[in-house]
């Protein structure tokens, strides 16, 4: 471990002398602007990680979501174990070792210690992450919301015109071909029409029964659900329709097995659209959030203005800014 920690490197950020206490990465929380200036050993940024609390921990499903500092920056990291691949048993039976538990008649329970390949632990970290992160991924009571179209416009709207919401730097990266290009599985590059498909963060990428992609739109000014009206079904049929194929093609996944739905409230306000796997079931599918392309779709041909006059319900966290304004608008 020392060996791999020694390999860290630091470099300094524009003017900045190279120092490695120095603040050499720029988090402007008030701007949110939480984009990393430096440069680091991928491998061995975790070295000097320094846990402070654990947001969450889920025995059942094999995760834990740890707050803690990066050379003096905040960080989060996601440790969960990954599922054993089917094509992976061969391996697993015959190269690892059993360290017998206990044994009673015909029953019997071991740890197996697999070769390290097979035992890797998907790692996602957040760094510099700014208190809005460390509260996304903190376990937190939750409200459902009452948004009218009058609330959008007074409430949601001023919060999302302020940038309150999370940096959306990363969905600009991939547009513009600076971050995750090997990634991505498909693009249709029309500046109205057009978007980029690529694998989710949370997807590792092994296993198609949790497959996970997010298209992309290249227009920059749909936030959200809330910003579409009849208009955009060109743009949102072509999403549905490539999207589609380009995951037949490269997973063998038909049509009838996706999820393809958008988030209201998203994390990002940059539009983009959820594919997963049907029988996967990830965070944030259930019916107070996630809204089905094809009824999105549907309610837009029937009322052009649907999602701009609408009501619509949603959950907020406990520690949401968002919420704390419709409270204190008291709509709560
Ligand atoms: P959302 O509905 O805005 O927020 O979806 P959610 O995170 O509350 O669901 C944004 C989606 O983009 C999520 O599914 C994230 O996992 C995914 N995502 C976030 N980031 C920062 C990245 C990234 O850097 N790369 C990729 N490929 N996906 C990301």
């Known amino acids: 471990m020392a060996a791999i920690c020694d390999k860290r490197k630091f470099v300094a950020v524009e003017n900045e002398e190279i120092l490695p206490n120095a603040k050499r990465v720029k988090a402007d929380i008030d701007q949110n602007q939480e984009t990393a200036e430096g440069d680091f050993e991928?491998?061995?940024v975790l070295c000097g990680f320094q846990t402070r609390e654990v947001l969450k921990h889920s025995a059942r499903e094999k995760n834990i979501f740890i707050h803690g500092q990066i050379d003096g920056q905040d960080a989060v990291v996601i440790l969960e174990t990954n599922p054993i691949q089917e094509n992976s048993l061969g391996e697993l039976f015959s190269g690892s070792t059993l360290k017998l538990e206990m044994k009673n008649d015909i029953y019997s329970t071991y740890q197996l210690q697999a070769p390290p390949h097979l035992n890797e632990i998907k790692t996602t970290l957040v760094w510099p992450a700014t208190k809005k992160h460390?509260?996304?991924?903190?376990?937190?009571?939750?409200?459902?919301?009452?948004?009218?179209?009058?609330?959008?416009?007074?409430?949601?709207?001023?919060?999302?015109?302020?940038?309150?919401?999370?940096n959306v730097q990363w969905v600009y990266n991939i547009l513009e071909k600076k971050e995750e290009v090997d990634r991505i599985v498909y693009e249709d590059p029309d500046p109205n029409l057009g978007f980029v498909l690529l694998p989710d963060m949370k997807w590792d990428q092994k296993n198609v029964d949790t497959l996970y992609l997010i298209a992309i739109v290249h227009?920059?000014?749909?936030?959200?659900?809330?910003?579409?009206?009849?208009?955009?079904?060109?743009?949102?049929?072509n999403i549905f329709n490539k999207g589609q194929v380009a995951i037949l093609d490269r997973y063998k996944l038909p049509a009838n097995k996706l999820r393809?739905?958008?988030?209201?409230?998203?994390?990002?306000?940059?539009?983009?659209?959820?594919?997963?796997k049907l029988d996967y079931d990830p965070p944030g599918c259930s019916v107070e959030r996630a809204h089905l392309l094809a009824n999105v779709i549907q309610n837009l041909h029937n009322d052009p203005e649907y999602y701009?006059?609408?009501?619509?319900?949603?959950?907020?966290?406990?520690?949401?800014?968002?919420?704390?304004?419709?409270?204190?608008?008291?709509r709560l």
């Open 260 to 276: 393809v739905y958008l988030h209201y409230q998203p994390s990002y306000y940059h539009l983009h659209v959820h594919f997963t």
């Open 42 to 44: 991928p491998e061995s």
């Open 219 to 237: 227009q920059r000014d749909l936030k959200s659900l809330r910003d579409l009206t009849s208009e955009h079904i060109p743009l949102l049929l």
């Open 308 to 330: 701009k006059t609408w009501t619509m319900y949603f959950p907020l966290r406990e520690s949401d800014e968002l919420l704390g304004k419709f409270k204190k608008a008291g």
């Open 134 to 166: 460390v509260n996304k991924f903190k376990h937190q009571e939750s409200f459902l919301v009452e948004e009218t179209k009058e609330d959008y416009s007074t409430i949601t709207l001023p919060y999302i015109l302020l940038k309150r919401g999370l």
